[in-house]
């Protein structure tokens, strides 16, 4: 499986952006999921698998995806400049730890720049 995310962009603090990632191959609907991200100077972080967010994020952030589509959402929702980040989406088919590890996932996307400015 291939992924693709878009839909980063600069945005106000206390706005939204949707998150896109986009699955090319077979049987997408067997595979999980998750977001993460990495703001400049700091390691990659978790932000949600499936449709649980981590605790940063919760209540601004929710996951969706259309497996009609092979394609999966994050909503992001009151951004923080803290939420500043290259966002990636990954997904496994194997299951994975909790919280999630980067290292859980196999394939990933290039990654979407997100800036949200004060």
């Known amino acids: 499986v291939q992924l693709q995310a878009s839909g980063g962009g600069l945005v106000q603090a206390g706005g939204s952006l949707r998150l896109s990632c986009a699955a090319s191959?077979?049987?997408?609907?067997?595979?999980?999921v998750g977001w993460f991200r990495q703001a400049p100077g700091k390691e990659r972080e978790f932000v949600g698998v499936?449709?649980h967010c981590a605790e940063s994020v919760k209540g601004r952030f929710t996951i969706s995806r259309d497996n009609a589509k092979s394609t999966v959402y994050l909503q992001m929702n009151s951004l923080r400049p803290e939420d500043t980040a290259v966002y990636y989406c990954?997904?496994?088919?194997?299951?994975?730890?909790?919280?999630?590890?980067?290292?859980?996932?196999?394939?990933w996307g290039q990654g979407t720049q997100v800036t949200v400015s004060s």
């Open positions: 499936v449709t």
């Open positions: 990954a997904c496994t088919r194997y299951g994975f730890t909790w919280p999630p590890d980067q290292g859980d996932f196999r394939s």
């Open positions: 191959g077979r049987a997408f609907s067997r595979f999980a």
